[in-house]
């Protein structure tokens, strides 16, 4: 079966704009998670979203991000006013459940100029 | 809060040659999960291992062994007989505990250590 898929694979816009990425996870997986690389760095959690129930946004670095998704499908993470800080790779991963092991997509790499 | 630290920014080895990635995580909880990643090039995170906090085994696959000592809060990965196709940067990750509300699940990863295998 298909794994996760993430597009943009990248995408270059610039500061001010607002950018939006998308991820298609593994069909029938509840748990979806968005992650931030910046480069050299580790993942850093965004946020989580299990099935219907309101999702973790523990990880937004600020107002400007925000996600959303619908059941068990696609989502979403809007990025509004880019910073040039905001240039990173963003990885999106989704899972069975929330004990179960995390499938990551190719990500996202975004340039803010 | 949850901390992995990989103290290894970056390893070259020659092919054949066994090497250890360290991986030393800080947590309060009594029960947690680690991980394991690699991220070739191409930059797809793939998934190694899990291991749960209660379980102190070592396990080996083939080429690879991990070695969790909770005593020391670590959980090191060990390439045995390194190939080039090793080549990779491994992340250890961390995750909150069971029933940590809609905490649990997300990851806290390492920095990462680049491993360089040379034919």
């Known amino acids: 079966g298909a794994g996760v898929s993430q597009s943009p694979s990248n995408k270059v816009t610039e500061k001010g704009k607002d950018v939006e990425l998308r991820c298609d996870p593994i069909?029938?997986?509840?748990?979806l998670y968005w992650y931030r690389q910046r480069l050299g760095q580790g993942l850093e959690f965004l946020i989580y979203?299990?099935?219907?129930?309101?999702?973790?946004k523990s990880g937004l670095p600020s107002d400007r991000f925000s996600a959303e998704r619908t059941g068990e499908s696609v989502s979403t993470l809007t990025i509004q006013r880019t910073q040039q800080e905001d240039s990173a790779v963003y990885l999106c991963?989704?899972?069975?459940?929330?004990?179960?092991?995390?499938?990551f997509g190719p990500g996202t790499r975004l340039t803010v100029l | 809060a949850q901390k992995v630290t990989q103290a290894q920014t970056e390893i070259s080895v020659v092919e054949k040659e066994d090497v250890t990635l360290d991986c030393v995580y800080e947590?309060?909880?009594?029960?947690?999960?680690l991980f394991w990643y690699k991220q070739p090039p191409s930059g797809e995170l793939v998934f190694l291992i899990r291991?749960?906090?209660?379980?102190?085994q070592n396990e080996i696959s083939g080429r690879y062994s991990w070695n969790f000592q909770k005593s020391t809060s670590s959980f090191n990965f060990t390439i045995t007989a390194s190939q080039v196709v090793d080549s990779a940067v491994y992340f250890c990750?961390?995750?909150?505990?069971?029933?940590?509300?809609?905490?649990?699940?997300?990851?806290?990863f390492g920095q990462g250590t680049i491993l360089t295998v040379h034919p």
């Open positions: 069909s029938g997986h509840t748990a």
């Open positions: 991963a989704s899972s069975l459940d929330r004990i179960s092991e995390q499938f």
């Open positions: 990750a961390l995750s909150a505990p069971p029933g940590g509300g809609t905490s649990y699940g997300k990851l806290t």
């Open positions: 291991r749960n906090s209660f379980d102190e």
């Open positions: 979203f299990q099935g219907n129930s309101a999702p973790d």
């Open positions: 947590t309060r909880d009594t029960t947690y999960y």
